[in-house]
C-alpha cells in the first residue's frame, strides 16, 4: 500500500520517504479532493498502525483473520490506486 501511494504522489510530483508522511500527503490529495474514499484512508491508516504495533511493540500475538483482512484491504487498495493510475 505504501508503494501504491508513492506511485499516486509521483503523478502530483510530492514525495516523502516516510510512512507517515506518505499518508498524510495521500488524505490531503486523494481522499479529500473526492478522488478515494474515506475507507481506503483508514485501511492506510489501519494497516499502517498494524505494521508499526508487529515491528516495534511487545510481543503481540495476532489472528489469521485480522492479517487475512488487512491482506484483503491492501489487495482492493492496490487495485483501486492501479486503475486510478491508468486514467491519469
Do not use: P
Not at 35 to 56: C, G, N, P, V
Request: aromatic share 12%; glycine share 4%; proline share 0%.
Amino acid at each position: 500500500m505504501f508503494y501504491a501511494v508513492l506511485a499516486l504522489l509521483v503523478t502530483r510530483q510530492l514525495g516523502t520517504s516516510k510512512h507517515k508522511g506518505a499518508i498524510s500527503l495521500f488524505d490531503r490529495e486523494f481522499v479529500k479532493t473526492g478522488i478515494f474514499d474515506k475507507e481506503m484512508s483508514m485501511w492506510l491508516h489501519h494497516t499502517f498502525e498494524q505494521r508499526l504495533e508487529a515491528d516495534y511493540g511487545d510481543l503481540i500475538e495476532s489472528s489469521i483473520e485480522a492479517a487475512n483482512e488487512c491482506y484483503v484491504q491492501a489487495e482492493i487498495f492496490v487495485r483501486q490506486v492501479r486503475e486510478y493510475l491508468q486514467t491519469v
